[in-house]
């Protein structure tokens, strides 16, 4: 099921997210400060075009690692992570107006978080058990 769910992901939105991610990533590149943003980006970039199987999760960073980590979020926020951010809402919105597409626009909205706030997440497939913090 996972296996249809991202080819239907992939056809009907997940190259274009894509793409929107490794452009913010080109971006956040071209401004040399915030090259980890763009990192991160293309991170997120492979985890939009084939999302069902996988998930984010918060990764421990430690006191000195969440202030760095919510200083940097709120940077990636407003260089890069609202305008994502209702790209996956209107895509959800568009998924959501048939039937079939509805779990694909669920998906979508479930992308919001990581694409308001990326950094201190990591990717893991959804078998993996949850790492208590």
């Known amino acids: 099921m996972k296996l249809i769910l991202n080819l239907l992901w992939l056809v009907l939105s997940g190259f274009w997210m894509a793409l929107g991610y490794i452009a913010a990533g080109i971006v956040c590149c071209l401004l040399i400060v915030t090259i980890p943003f763009g990192i991160a980006s293309f991170r997120i970039a492979v985890y939009a075009l084939w ?3 996988r998930r984010a999760v918060r990764r421990d960073s430690g006191p ?3 202030t760095l980590t919510m200083v940097g979020n709120v940077i990636w926020f407003l ?3 609202l305008w994502l951010a209702i790209g996956h809402i209107t895509t959800g919105i568009a998924l959501c107006v048939t039937i ?8 979508s909205f479930k992308m919001v978080p990581i694409s308001l706030l990326p950094l201190g997440r990591v990717i893991v497939d959804s078998d993996q058990p949850l790492v208590p913090r």
């Not at 079939?100 to 998906?107: E, F, K, N, R, S």
């Open 51 to 53: 999302p069902f199987g």
């Open 64 to 66: 000195l690692g969440d």
């Open 79 to 81: 260089v890069a992570g």
């Open 100 to 107: 079939i597409g509805i779990p694909l626009g669920i998906g």
